[in-house]
């Protein structure tokens, strides 16, 4: 009778260990810092939306949605609110709210062509967009939307020119890194490929510390990268930026730039575990970075098009020289994340 009772608890442990679902959390650590992601399956044409406590190992389904426009969100522990961009009638996409509290859903902005980057500020009143103008399909700009007041404020609005490709706000020094380009010398670029049938350059990127109000603090660098991503230290003094080696190669690598010495650091390089590596961003405490990356099935070659085997968080730890895997959503995309801290 005992023997068969083992067998049976035996049993029971690897039906547990080897079952599946869409997502999966492996080697985990248990760490303060609470994660919101966001999840796309392009199967079902659905975003999800997940709190994960890494110290629990337990996710929990905050909100989810059935939307062709692809979007990001801030979610805003104090209120319980989740904000995001979905498309409208005029084929627009805006910024909307739902409160996850009554599950009302409230249109909060009109006056953009496209609403996509989206994050929060500490005290979850500020709303931080990456946004096209009416009329525009080109030249992204940074925005912001107050929460109390209703107001929106564009930065340099009237510049023509110069383009936004990613931003990060960082709640510990209330200072964003936004990266832009030129796009009158990014088209140059693309004209002198398409006449002479060479290979496609990196835009020279410039990376520069904002604060909240949309004022320039300081120019930290030139790159030219295919930049996948970039965060500002907490206490203000570096920057992290992933990069691929091309445009249509998995190939990526993580640097860290010495704001004051401009000396760059070699942290990370992808792998056949890691390819693909993007959003970077570094942890409260400055002794890591999550990051995102992809899983994908080398027999078919790389597209940057195609929807990866697995789409993974992970975390890499500078002391130790050690990668984590924090979540995993299989044969999905995880399009962006966020914490309280960072």
């Not at 009772?5 to 080697?27: G, P």
């Not at 796309?40 to 629990?56: A, E, R």
């Not at 091309?246 to 390819?275: Q, R, W």
């Amino acid at each position: 009778m005992k023997r068969l009772t083992l067998i049976l608890i035996i049993t029971v442990m690897i039906c547990i260990v080897f079952s599946k679902k869409i997502f999966s959390i492996n080697d985990h650590n248990p760490s303060e810092s609470k994660l919101y992601i966001n999840v796309f399956d392009p199967k079902s044409l659905k975003f999800t939306f997940y709190h994960f406590d890494q110290s629990q190992n337990k996710s929990k389904v905050l909100f989810s949605k059935e939307t062709t426009d692809f979007t990001a969100f801030a979610y805003s522990e104090r209120t319980n609110i989740l904000h995001f961009a979905d498309g409208i009638s005029d084929h627009t996409i805006q910024l909307f709210e739902n409160d996850l509290n009554t599950n009302q859903m409230k249109q909060l902005t009109t006056v953009f062509h496209n609403v996509d980057f989206i994050q929060i500020d500490k005290e979850q009143r500020i709303i931080f967009m990456r946004v096209l103008l009416r009329n525009e399909l080109k030249n992204f700009h940074m925005a912001t939307y107050n929460l109390e007041t209703q107001k929106i404020q564009i930065w340099d609005e009237d510049n023509k020119d110069s383009s936004v490709l990613d931003f990060n706000y960082n709640p510990n020094n209330n200072q964003l890194i936004v990266v832009s380009f030129s796009e009158d010398e990014d088209q140059k670029k693309l004209d002198e490929v398409n006449k002479n049938q060479t290979k496609l350059q990196p835009t020279k990127y410039s990376l520069d510390i904002y604060d909240m109000e949309g004022q320039k603090k300081k120019h930290i660098a030139d790159v030219e990268r295919f930049i996948s991503g970039a965060s500002l230290a907490p206490d203000a003094n570096s920057v992290i930026i992933s990069y691929d080696e091309a445009i249509d190669s998995p190939i990526s690598h993580v640097v860290e730039i010495d704001i004051k010495t401009k000396k760059v650091k070699h942290l990370l390089d992808s792998s056949n575990i890691y390819s693909n590596i993007r959003s970077v961003k570094y942890d409260e405490k400055k002794e890591g970075f999550y990051f995102l990356s992809s899983f994908i099935d080398e027999k078919k070659g790389y597209s940057i098009l195609e929807i990866p085997k697995e789409s993974v968080l992970s975390y890499y730890d500078v002391k130790k020289n050690k990668v984590r895997n924090v979540w995993r959503a299989k044969k999905s995309v995880i399009v962006n994340y966020s914490a309280e801290h960072f």
